[in-house]
């Protein structure tokens, strides 16, 4: 009889335990405040495989870049102006035997953005621009994790679903239109370098489709890919300080002029970004 009560009370114990972490909740949103700088790290690691005229190429790439952050105004509703700089950045790639390497150290690139609490960019305005202001479009900085902006229990979920159009530019010959399903869970805490955070999983997928021009060819893209990944959001800071990301991606491009061909190819992209 003991034993019974003994383990009905644990049990119990468990049960209570458990269903109080479940009901943990924090507030999910940027505190954004006039006069805060910050900086932010980013790396994106590439691996291409694409099939041209019966032969296989590979390409990796890297690319590194910090950006520093400084938050300009507030308004009333919570909206940050906030001036973007691009403080350096690199490119590495590896292609059929060739190694290239590039690096910019004190660049010019700045954009003036306005976002929201919940991450969302309402508008951005270029102030100034490089050379390497082509990789810097690619690479996307100043661009936040999304977050619902409100109250969130451990274990809740919440969907975020939009279309992005991408013009083409210089190193870029693609316009692309973009259709992104994403869904995040608050899974719990994690603790590291002594500090806890809470940690929210990302699954999702992105559509593309788009054209573009060179060298005299027409060219059209179509593809899929599905990402997982995870954050860590500071409830101190009220900051998203670290983001991964694992893409898996199936593209065609088909090429018409004065050859007309199909090139099928795949991608596999990690990202790492860290706020500083």
Known sequence: MK????????????AISTNAFSQESVMLKYGMKEGL????EMEIHQNTVQSMMGQEIKVVGEIKAINAYKVEDLSAD????VLMTVKEISIRTSAMGRDTSMSY????DAVRLIITPEGKTLSSAKIDSSKASAVINQMEPGKFRALPGKVVKIGESWDESYAEVKNSAPGTPFGLNMAVENKY??????V????????????GTLGITGKGSQMGMEMFVEGNAKVEGYSLFDPVKQMIIYTEDDTEMELSVAISGPQNMTIPMTQS?????RIK
Not at 37 to 40: H, L, R
Not at 185 to 190: A, R
Not at 192 to 203: A, F, L, T
């Open 269 to 273: 992209i990690k990202s790492v970004t």
């Open 3 to 14: 034993k019974i009560v003994k383990f009905v009370s644990i049990a119990v114990w468990v």
């Open 78 to 81: 919570g909206n940050a102006t």
């Open 37 to 40: 700088s910050f900086t932010q």
């Open 105 to 108: 150290k004190d660049v010019k």
């Open 192 to 203: 590291r370098d002594g500090k806890e955070y809470y940690r929210i999983s990302n699954s």
């Open 185 to 190: 869970t608050l899974v719990g805490k994690e």
